[in-house]
């Protein structure tokens, strides 16, 4: 009998969401009559192809996100780095989990489309992203003024969920010696 491999949704929401200010960390923050992090895990609920969530939070906040998010939701405290928090998260996931997509539990706004082709994209890769093109003008600064324009041709704004092969995002994290952005970078 041939053993079913699932897909998994890790939501990183370990930080304390300081740039964002207010009196609460920003993935507590409340966004139209709910906290930020219950909208983002309620997106990764409502996919049909999303077998089980994790979600990876502030260690010592577990009692209180438990029951925010529910007992169908797996959560993990985080580590000191983005990196080591998704680590946390990815060893709590079973071996029937082969893929897994890693989410920021603060993108709140996240789309059914998005997640959809994520998941496809990683029936043909071992890893997949969605990006934006950066339209915005950039600039070099120096000393708090404007030193040049940068050319934003070929440059993207990584976004999340970031999917992977399970063993090969847990092998990639457990080899990489510094913290990351992203995913995609380990």
Same mark, same amino acid.
């Given at each position: 009998?041939?053993?079913?491999?699932?897909?998994?949704?890790?939501?990183?929401?370990?930080?304390?969401?300081?740039?964002?200010?207010?009196?609460?960390?920003?993935?507590?923050?409340?966004?139209?009559?709910?906290?930020?992090?219950?909208?983002?895990?309620?997106?990764?609920?409502?996919?049909?192809?999303?077998?089980?969530?994790?979600?990876?939070?502030?260690?010592?906040?577990?009692?209180?996100?438990?029951?925010?998010?529910?007992?169908?939701?797996?959560?993990?405290?985080?580590?000191?780095?983005?990196?080591?928090?998704?680590?946390?998260? $990815?060893?709590? $996931?079973?071996?029937?989990?082969?893929?897994?997509?890693?989410?920021?539990?603060?993108?709140? $706004?996240?789309?059914?489309?998005?997640?959809?082709?994520?998941?496809?994209?990683?029936?043909?890769?071992?890893?997949?992203?969605?990006? $934006?093109?950066?339209?915005?003008?950039?600039?070099?600064?120096?000393?708090?003024?404007?030193?040049?324009?940068?050319?934003?041709?070929?440059?993207?704004?990584?976004?999340?969920?970031?999917?992977?092969?399970?063993?090969?995002?847990?092998?990639?994290?457990?080899?990489?010696?510094?913290?990351?952005?992203?995913?995609?970078?380990?």
């Amino acid at each position: 009998m041939t053993e079913t491999r699932d897909i998994a949704a890790i939501l990183v929401a370990a930080g304390r969401g300081k740039r964002a200010g207010g009196p609460v960390p920003k993935q507590y923050q409340d966004l139209g009559g709910q906290p930020v992090l219950r909208r983002s895990v309620d997106a990764f609920r409502a996919h049909p192809q999303i077998d089980r969530i994790v979600t990876v939070i502030p260690p010592g906040d577990e009692y209180q996100v438990a029951r925010l998010l529910g007992s169908d939701i797996c959560v993990v405290p985080g580590g000191a780095t983005r990196s080591a928090s998704v680590l946390a998260g $990815l060893l709590a $996931l079973p071996e029937t989990v082969d893929k897994v997509l890693i989410h920021d539990g603060a993108r709140p $706004l996240i789309s059914r489309h998005v997640i959809d082709r994520v998941i496809t994209a990683l029936q043909t890769h071992p890893g997949a992203a969605p990006a $934006l093109p950066v339209t915005d003008a950039l600039w070099h600064g120096r000393g708090g003024l404007v030193a040049r324009p940068h050319p934003r041709a070929g440059l993207w704004r990584a976004q999340t969920p970031q999917g992977f092969d399970r063993a090969a995002i847990i092998a990639a994290h457990q080899t990489h010696d510094r913290d990351a952005a992203d995913d995609v970078e380990i």
